[in-house]
């Protein structure tokens, strides 16, 4: 008999994890389920393609990252379209989507070599008879579990800067969108056909603790707080460093003297694109009391604007069809303990869609404030100031990403809050700044991909001194004598005891 799918729910059928779409129940693929082995010997084999890969040097990775980008680019509307086949997200956000992630290949590919090479390092006076020097070397191979809610930029702003630091990388591609991560490790093969340097192993949450248990020397997650700390613990087991990007609560803060029109596009792009379910989305608005009224207002007639359904709507469906449970409970609550619906509210969860909704006069103790809702959902709240409207911002545990409007004090407010990133006078625009590192704090993970720091995040510092004279000052050895001793304590006094 076969198996009745609920539509997006992902099933395993005679060993092979079918992924349907959640608004149709389409199937988009069947790929085969990993075993513990299996996940074993594909790091196995990574092993041995990341040595060739390292040996290619930066110039070598460069010239095939850069391919992969110029067929990512060629093929952005077949890659958006399975984007929106397999999790149901608009066709045009899936487009913005693989821009963005083509943008983050391009940007690593060209960068590693000034970021990771082997360079001069000055040195410092005691040891002036030594020169040093510092380069980046890659880990070997890295294992990248991803989300679903962007199975491109997301597995992409992990494994684009590992490919690019040397290391080999293998995908645990979401169990939701397994034949968007497959269609990517399948075109980095068709550019990169030697080894197998960028694979896949599909499969449940099973599959994700094999690769972390596999011998991966590093792991980087995308997923909610609650599964981080599973991933950091299996890791744990054997000393594999982690790199965690887990939930936000995203706030933004309205100042008096915002652009309210610009503030409002804004919040509404940020709460409500992918339907709310981005890890850096605008759950939570503060607005100072004498601009709160006229700001919600702008925000109800944008929202109220906006399409519901699976082709060409603004806002499809939710791609993990748990969630509107959880997306229900914020809303009843916030309802039942005294916040109002100005757009939407109770009936707004419509499976497999949610209708957009703004709430306000919600209490910050509530879920709908305090938990991630992943949902296309907004609370606003009226605050005193900037002042009060930070310390609401920071009251959780979260602390990923976030968004001030303002003139005079905004970049001062968003310096305060506290978060791995801040956009001003826009939203969620860190994401695509590939310059700069992406990451959270607290419940929101730790490391960093992306940027500078993103290379660095999947490369190991190695540190190397060579002697070019004698020492004038000679401490570390035993031959040394009283009088160098004493030389050697003058020195220092001379030097540092002003």
């Not at 590919?109 to 980046?136: D, I, K, Q």
Request: net charge neutral.
């Amino acid at each position: 008999m076969t198996a009745v799918h609920v539509p997006g729910t992902p099933v395993i059928e005679d060993g092979r994890l079918v992924s349907t779409s959640p608004a149709t129940g389409a199937e988009a693929g069947r790929l085969p389920v990993a075993t513990a082995e299996d996940v074993g010997r594909a790091v196995d084999r990574a092993r041995g393609a990341g040595e060739w890969w390292a040996a290619l040097g930066f110039d070598g990775r460069r010239e095939r990252l850069l391919r992969w980008r110029g067929l990512l680019a060629r093929r952005i509307e077949e890659i958006a379209e399975l984007v929106h086949a397999e999790g149901g997200k608009p066709v045009a956000d899936a487009v913005v989507e693989v821009v963005t992630a083509v943008e983050h290949v391009d940007w690593a590919a060209r960068n590693a070599r000034r970021v990771l090479g082997p360079r001069r390092v000055r040195s410092r006076l005691v040891l002036a008879e030594f020169s040093a020097h510092l380069e980046y070397q890659p880990y070997g191979v890295v294992g990248v579990i991803g989300p679903w809610n962007y199975p491109v930029f997301t597995p992409i702003g992990s494994a684009a800067y590992a490919l690019a630091a040397g290391n080999a990388v293998v995908l645990k591609p979401s169990e939701y969108t397994p034949v968007v991560g497959q269609w990517l490790v399948d075109t980095f093969a068709e550019v990169v056909p030697e080894q197998p340097v960028f694979t896949a192993v599909h499969g449940l949450g099973d599959v994700g603790a094999a690769l972390c248990r596999s011998g991966a020397d590093k792991v980087a997650f995308t997923g909610s707080s609650a599964t981080a700390r599973k991933v950091m613990a299996a890791c744990a087991e054997s000393l594999t460093p982690v790199l965690l990007e887990a939930g936000g609560k995203d706030a933004m803060i309205v100042d008096s003297d915002a652009d309210l029109d610009a503030a409002a596009e804004a919040c509404v792009w940020g709460a409500l694109t992918n339907a709310g379910q981005t890890c850096i989305g605008i759950e939570r608005v503060y607005a100072v009391e004498p601009v709160f009224d006229a700001f919600v207002g702008k925000v109800v007639e944008r929202a109220g604007r906006l399409t519901v359904g699976p082709d060409d709507a603004d806002i499809g469906p939710i791609t993990m069809p748990s969630q509107l449970d959880v997306i229900r409970r914020h809303i009843d609550d916030a309802l039942s303990r005294g916040g109002r619906a100005v757009l939407g509210g109770a009936d707004a969860v419509q499976p497999p869609y949610v209708r957009p909704t703004v709430l306000v006069d919600v209490p910050e103790d509530s879920a709908a404030v305090r938990e991630e809702t992943f949902g296309p959902t907004l609370t606003i709240n009226r605050v005193r100031d900037a002042d009060e409207a930070v310390d609401r911002a920071n009251a959780l545990s979260y602390g990923l990403g976030g968004s001030v409007f303002g003139r005079r004090r905004a970049v001062a407010i968003a310096r305060r809050l506290r978060s791995g990133m801040a956009s001003v006078n826009s939203a969620l625009t860190f994401a695509g700044m590939s310059t700069l590192p992406f990451g959270g704090v607290g419940d929101s993970g730790f490391g960093r991909i992306h940027g500078e720091d993103g290379l660095r995040e999947f490369s190991r510092a190695k540190a190397v001194t060579r002697r070019r004279a004698r020492s004038l000052l000679p401490s570390t050895t035993f031959e040394r004598t009283p009088a160098d001793v004493a030389r050697l304590v003058k020195a220092i006094k001379v030097m540092y005891g002003r």
